[in-house]
Structure formats: structure tokens, C-alpha cells
């Protein structure tokens, strides 16, 4: 059966651009400004506070890994902050290892700084599916992957590119897999948590061309007709047949970025019986026809 997180994390295509060594000694404080991208830190040693503007400060300690989808402005500290030193996340210096604090001596903290990449159609997919602050912690396999991530950033071995892209593929996963609960605002993940609802999703995802009636996905999830269509827009945010239709066009669109299926074939592929049908529907989610989007992605 088709897995929904794994759908997302493939149309996401994700690749760790950046990943950059950062360390601190003694009493230190780092304001950011916004980035408005994915970023994410990974704790190899020691401790640090991290402060996210709109969120309560929180520390983090050797194999914790932070996600922040949007990364609004933050601040990040020794556990005794000094007074902040300023940095625009868009001319972060380039070096082997960016150092808070004192220059000189065996650092307090280690950690690893970067950005995700996305390669697809939409990258607002991620936004919509995590909380702004995605905090994973006492995770023995995390722990793992990002003694990995480490291992391929400091030595630098034939692959590492290659490395790098499919641990941001594992690490975006365990992140993912930690808000399939109330943490997560309403989307697919906090459906997926869902004992209930996981069933109908993972067949909505496993037969995206097949006629779906709400009757059919809630005998799936053994729940009659009305309770679950309430229960499946309020933990998804949408009504059942309006989060098929998005996820249709999703899978259209990256159908058409790869340019290797005409119009008609992917209008078979989503679930339309006709191309005009399909054509009328994208034109109407998208703001364009097929053929246009194709061209312009």
C-alpha cells in the first residue's frame, strides 16, 4: 500500500545545501534575522538555548535536531546568554567552522547549521504540513543519522554530496514522523496519526485514479458518513474530497515539471475521465491550464 510520508518526501526531492560547522565557548549570544527557508540545526555536543521569536526558549542538547520550516528570526545562546552579536542569515561566513563566543580553546558546544533545498513544484507543501518549530529529541535513531550528517560534513570522502542528500531525506522523515500527533497542525500528518483516519488516507494516496465516494473512505475508516467527514476536516484542515482533489493536482504538477506523460495520461493518472475534465479542474486550482504550467516550470 502507498505510504503518504513517503509520497510528500519524494515530491519534496529535499537536499542539504548547507550544512555548516558551528561551535561555542564561554558566555555567547547569536540574533538572526529571518530567512523564510527550511533550516534546521543538528546538536553534536554540549547544550545550547535556542530562542524562536513567538515561541517559548527551549534547550538543546547533543542529538536533538531542530526544524524550522519558515526559520523566523531567532536567537541562540550559551545557557548563559551574553549580550547578541547580529547575523543576516543570507551572509553567513564561509569556512571551515563559524565559532560563537571565545575564539580560542576547546569549544562548549558543537553543532551542525544548514538549509534544505526543495526541488519541486511546490515547496509551501513542507510549510503546510509541520508546526513552525519542529524539536526531536531522545531519538536513538536520530542520534544515528546525525552522527552520520557529521561524520560526512567534517571528512570529506568521495560521495559526500550524494550522502548528505539522502540523510536530509532521513532526517526530514524522523522529523515529520514526530508531529503525527497533536503537535502537528491540521494536515496530513496529524492524520496520519490518526488510527482511524490513516486507513482512508493511505488508500486515497495508494488509488489516487480510483472514483472516491465519502460512503467508501468511511467504511475504510469505520466510521459512518457524517462522523467521518467531521473528524477528517477538522484533524486535516480540509474536507476529504477537497484534500484529494490538492493532492491530485500536486501529483499532476510534478507529472508536468518531468514532461514525460502527455496531458491525457496524467488526466488518467489523477483520476479524470476526460482530459477536458482534468484540464478544467487544474485551471481552477492552479490559476493556469496543463499546458501552460508545463511550460513555465
Not at 120 to 133: I, K, N, Q, R
Not at 238 to 251: D, Q, T
Request: aromatic share 8%; net charge neutral; glycine share 8%.
Amino acid at each position: 500500500m502507498s505510504d503518504p510520508l513517503s509520497d510528500i518526501v519524494r515530491l519534496l526531492r529535499p537536499q542539504a545545501v548547507f550544512a555548516n560547522p558551528i561551535s561555542g565557548k564561554g558566555n555567547w549570544a547569536v540574533r538572526y534575522a529571518e530567512f523564510g527557508k527550511p533550516s534546521f540545526c543538528i546538536m553534536l555536543e554540549g547544550r545550547c538555548r535556542l530562542a524562536v521569536d513567538g515561541h517559548e526558549p527551549t534547550m538543546l542538547h547533543a542529538g536533538d535536531f531542530v526544524l524550522l520550516p519558515t526559520t523566523p528570526g531567532f536567537t541562540i545562546s550559551s545557557v548563559v546568554p551574553a549580550p547578541p552579536v547580529y547575523m543576516d542569515p543570507n551572509d553567513v561566513p564561509e569556512g571551515p567552522e563559524l565559532r560563537y563566543g571565545e575564539q580560542a580553546g576547546q569549544p562548549d558546544m558543537r553543532s551542525l547549521g544548514g538549509s534544505f533545498l526543495f526541488d519541486c513544484a511546490d515547496p509551501g507543501l513542507l510549510v503546510s504540513l509541520l508546526p513552525e518549530v519542529v524539536h526531536v529529541q531522545g531519538s536513538m535513531r536520530l542520534s544515528q543519522l546525525v552522527q552520520m550528517v557529521g561524520e560526512e560534513t567534517v571528512d570529506a570522502q568521495p560521495g559526500n554530496e550524494f550522502m548528505r542528500s539522502r540523510l536530509a531525506d532521513m532526517l526530514l522523515v524522523v522529523a515529520m514522523r514526530s508531529t503525527t500527533s497533536g503537535s502537528a497542525p491540521p494536515g496530513l500528518l496529524r492524520g496520519l496519526g490518526d488510527e482511524r483516519l490513516a486507513g482512508a488516507l493511505k488508500q486515497m494516496h495508494a488509488h489516487i485514479d480510483r472514483h472516491w465516494s465519502i460512503a467508501q473512505l468511511a467504511r475504510i475508516a469505520a466510521l459512518s458518513r457524517s462522523s467521518f467527514f467531521e473528524r477528517f476536516t477538522r484533524t486535516v484542515g480540509v474536507a476529504p474530497m477537497e484534500y484529494l482533489l490538492a493532492w491530485r493536482m500536486e501529483v499532476a504538477k510534478e507529472l508536468l515539471r518531468r514532461g514525460e506523460s502527455s496531458v491525457s495520461e496524467i488526466a488518467e493518472r489523477v483520476g479524470y475521465g476526460s482530459t477536458s475534465a482534468f484540464s478544467a479542474a487544474f485551471s481552477r486550482h492552479v490559476g493556469q491550464p496543463p499546458s501552460r504550467h508545463a511550460r513555465a516550470v
